[in-house]
């Protein structure tokens, strides 16, 4: 089963990864070998459709991709001895998450992540602002404070 090129979406796969792994930019560049600004630029959208598949094949071996995600992005799997069209139930419902996910990637609101990346942000920077001043009470939830 394979996924036509032209819905192959690298962007959300980066995204996902960013999401459910924690990784940064530099860690996926590092990973698959492509420059961080262009690993910004695919996640940002502003690199044009993705048609190379040397890119295809750093980022699926830079994320490690199992064989049965290799073949939805229409690359040859690893284990050449396995055989590609028997898929167990387990991989059936790994393919249909790992779809699902690539879906719902794929409708990300670049604008709406630029806004909670900066509304995150601007509470990381109030809470570092406000650890900084702020004395931890020595009691539990409760208690009264003893201190004058």
Known sequence: MGVPAGSRDIAGLLKLAVKYDGASQVRLSV??????PRISAMVRGSAGP????????????????PDHARMILGLAPRDVAAPT?????????????????LDAAAVIDATMVMILSTDT???RFLDRKLGATHQPRDHAVGQQDLRP
Do not use: K, Y
């Open 121 to 123: 942000n601007n509470l």
């Open 31 to 36: 990973a698959t070998g492509i420059s961080q």
């Open 50 to 65: 993705i048609t190379e598949l040397a890119v295809f094949e750093r980022v699926a071996d830079g994320l490690g991709l």
């Open 85 to 101: 069209h028997d898929v167990d139930e387990e991989g059936r419902e790994q393919i249909a998450e790992l779809t699902s996910r």
